[in-house]
């Protein structure tokens, strides 16, 4: 099976038994870099509000995307509360950008915003990497 450029850059993988999958790096990616486009199907937005996918992008008020296949890599792109990607919209494209220099094996995240947040996340709690290390040093004061 052969695989797209794009595909060798990245591995989806295992981030942690809480959070699931997420999408890392497999090779130093410079600060400022277009590393992929956030695609799928476009809804008009009415509609993407009443659908039940968490894998929905808000281009404008008029279209969303709904990137829930697989086939969109960027779909494994987790929230964090300190991202090193950020998504913009241009031309009714979805593109993430580095924001800083990327190790290899470093997990690409980007900060989903606040709807999607108080939304799905804070429910349950955040578990990006952030936060599930301040969680721990809190219970580690805790017993201190």
Not at 14 to 37: N, R, S
Not at 39 to 53: E, L, Y
Not at 60 to 70: A, I, P
Not at 121 to 133: E, H, N, S, Y
Request: glycine fraction near 6%.
């Amino acid at each position: 099976m052969k695989r797209s450029i794009l595909q060798t850059r990245f591995a989806v993988q295992k981030v942690h038994p809480e959070v699931g999958q997420g999408l890392f790096a497999t090779e130093w990616i410079k600060k400022g870099v277009f590393v992929l486009e956030y695609t799928g199907k476009k809804v008009p937005t009415k509609r993407a509000d009443t659908m039940k996918s968490r894998y929905l992008f808000e281009i404008d008020r008029k279209w969303t995307v709904d990137g829930s296949s697989r086939a969109n890599l960027a779909r494994y792109i987790n929230h964090s509360c300190a991202p090193n990607c950020e998504a913009s919209i241009s031309k009714g494209k979805i593109l993430v950008h580095t924001q800083r220099d990327i190790a290899r094996g470093e997990e690409l995240t980007i900060d989903y915003g606040e709807e999607y947040f108080d939304e799905y996340i804070k429910p349950a709690g955040c578990r990006c990497a952030r936060c599930r290390m301040r969680a721990f040093v809190t219970a580690e004061e805790m017993v201190l």
